[in-house]
């Protein structure tokens, strides 16, 4: 025989044998693992909850809002003054402005005015302060519930009112 050729024999004794790899030991154990999960599902937790689910809930709130009718537009069609030129609707549906006749000018009537008002839910307080607003006074102002108005009267042009909706809080 060739000296080359293997023995033959038991390959684990044998010197032409391949070698033998150790056996790859486990990296890690299952407690880092665990722990490596607990991590990742602690921060997708956090992330939906305090950005994905508040995101959300605000883009709700403002579909409600904006399918919500306007109430300016609600009280004005309620007094028969959607078309009036002197009851008119500005800043996208966030005021209103209404104007009576006087002396020497045109506009809205009493009792259109109490109407608005009403549909409004304005205040017995500042309804009382409307009406005892002189021309000395200048402009006034108040608010009731959502909204605030501020306000002129002189005899001449009659009561120069705007009501402006509170903008609402989106945090």
Same mark, same amino acid.
Do not use: K
């Given at each position: 025989?060739?000296?080359?050729? @293997? @023995? ?21 154990? @299952? ?13 997708? /937790?956090? !992330? ?7 995101? $959300?809930?605000?883009?709700? +709130? ?5 399918? &919500?009718?306007? @109430?300016? =537009?609600? +009280? ?5 003054? #959607? #078309?009036?030129?002197? &009851? $008119?609707?500005?800043? #996208?549906?966030?005021?209103?402005? !209404?104007?009576?006749? /006087? ?5 809205? /009537?009493? =009792? ?7 549909? !409004? ?11 005892? $607003? ?6 006034? =102002? ?5 909204? $605030? +108005? ?13 009501? =402006? ?7």
């Amino acid at each position: 025989m060739y000296a080359s050729t @293997p @023995p033959q024999g038991n390959p684990a004794q044998d010197s032409w044998s391949a070698p033998q790899r150790p056996r790859a030991r486990r990296r890690g154990s @299952p407690w880092l693992f665990a722990s490596l999960g607990a991590v990742a599902g602690l921060a997708l /937790g956090l !992330l939906i909850g305090l950005v994905i689910i508040p995101a $959300t809930a605000n883009q709700i +709130a403002q579909r409600i809002e904006a399918a &919500a009718p306007n @109430p300016f =537009e609600s +009280a004005l069609e309620a007094c028969n003054l #959607d #078309d009036s030129p002197h &009851a $008119t609707i500005g800043d #996208d549906g966030a005021s209103l402005e !209404l104007q009576t006749f /006087g002396d020497e000018a045109s506009g809205i /009537g009493p =009792e259109e005015f109490m109407c608005v008002t009403d549909e !409004l839910d304005i205040s017995d307080a500042v309804l009382s302060r409307i009406e005892t $607003t002189r021309a000395l006074d200048g402009r006034q =102002e108040a608010s009731w519930g959502d909204f $605030t +108005a501020s306000w002129t009267y002189h005899p001449d042009n009659g009561l120069n009112m705007l009501i =402006e909706r509170a903008p609402h809080d989106e945090s």
